[in-house]
Each structure stands twice: as structure tokens, then as C-alpha cells.
């Protein structure tokens, strides 16, 4: 045995990350509830013709956006 095995602590785990693992024993589907909440908001697919006439309606910003005409 190695003098450094000797004295390894056990590695360090925060509360935070200890909460979360007994969360998700607590609550085996979470991660399924996790993954379908995400396709609603970030896996749907994009409709390109809706994005063209969103971005040709965009109107440029000022550099200095709180500057009165004049």
C-alpha cells in the first residue's frame, strides 16, 4: 500500500449535489419529466419562413438607445 492511499479522504460530495441525487431516487421520473419539458421549449423545429419575415421586420437599435432626437 502507498503512503498516499493511506491518508485519501473520501471524496467530497456538496449538499447541494447530495440533494439532488437523493431528489432524483426520491423521484425516478424526473428525468423523464425533465426531458420531455425540454423538447417543448428547445428541441422544436424552427419554421424558417416565419424566422425570414421576423428578422425582415427587425428595426436596427441606436447606439446610444436613451438619445432624443435632435
Known sequence: ???LH???????????TQFIDQLKIDRPH???SQKE???LLWDASVDRHV???FNA??????????????
Open 37 to 39: 419539458a425540454r423538447a
Open 6 to 16: 493511506f491518508f485519501r479522504r473520501p471524496d467530497y460530495r456538496s449538499d447541494t
Open 57 to 70: 421586420g427587425r428595426v436596427d437599435q441606436k447606439p446610444y438607445v436613451y438619445q432624443t432626437k435632435g
Open 30 to 32: 424526473l428525468d423523464a
Open 51 to 53: 424566422l425570414k419575415e
Open 1 to 3: 500500500m502507498s503512503l
